[in-house]
């Protein structure tokens, strides 16, 4: 069962569609969902990197390569699939902290054309229930070709998936 279900709060909303951005056609991808746990307990796990592979679908490896102040570096190497096949995907990303609120991601280099991504969290009360909504939105493209309308689904469903991961997990470690 899933934590969002235990607590009676709703499930992860996801959405993802095609745009255009200075001549670059990419994904634009947006999830949310609420957690029964404190922002700063949702901060410390999205935060604790190199332990994200252990609950996030598809994630291989996240390491923890440099921190100064509110800013990290990790890379991390992941295998997205896409229809019967399995791709490898290495990226190294910069991570600009503003804690207990946003996580701002962005690449530095890597095995996509672009990746941006910002994670917020924000008290919130759904349902008379106290916890913490937290929002997930992406720009991205692959440096391989995922056909618009098959692609725009698949994204969707991945980023669907690993929020799903981040908000279940959160859950389960604030539950103990």
């Known amino acids: 069962m899933h934590a969002q279900e235990r607590y009676g709060h709703s499930a992860v909303h996801a959405d993802a569609h095609r745009i255009h951005r200075n001549g670059e ?4 991808v947006e999830a949310s969902g609420f957690v029964h746990a404190t ?17 996030v679908p598809d994630l291989v490896e996240s390491k923890l390569i440099s921190r100064k102040g509110n800013e990290a570096i990790i890379e991390q190497r992941s295998q997205t699939g896409f229809m019967f096949f399995t791709l490898p995907v290495h990226m190294k990303l910069r991570i600009e902290e503003r804690p207990m609120a946003t996580i ?3 690449l530095l280099s890597g095995d996509m054309k672009h990746y941006a991504a910002h994670w917020e969290l924000e008290p919130f009360s759904q349902d008379g229930v106290e916890g913490t909504r ?5 720009t991205l493209e692959p440096n391989f070709f995922l056909p618009p309308l098959i692609g725009t689904a ?23």
């Open 104 to 106: 701002t991601v962005a």
């Open 39 to 55: 922002p700063q307990h949702a901060w410390r796990v999205l935060t604790d990197y190199e332990r994200l592979p252990m609950f």
């Open 25 to 28: 056609a990419m994904f634009e």
């Open 134 to 138: 937290i929002h997930f939105d992406s």
């Open 154 to 176: 698949a994204v969707q469903m991945n980023v669907r998936k690993m929020v799903e991961a981040v908000t279940s997990e959160i859950e389960r470690s604030s539950a103990h």
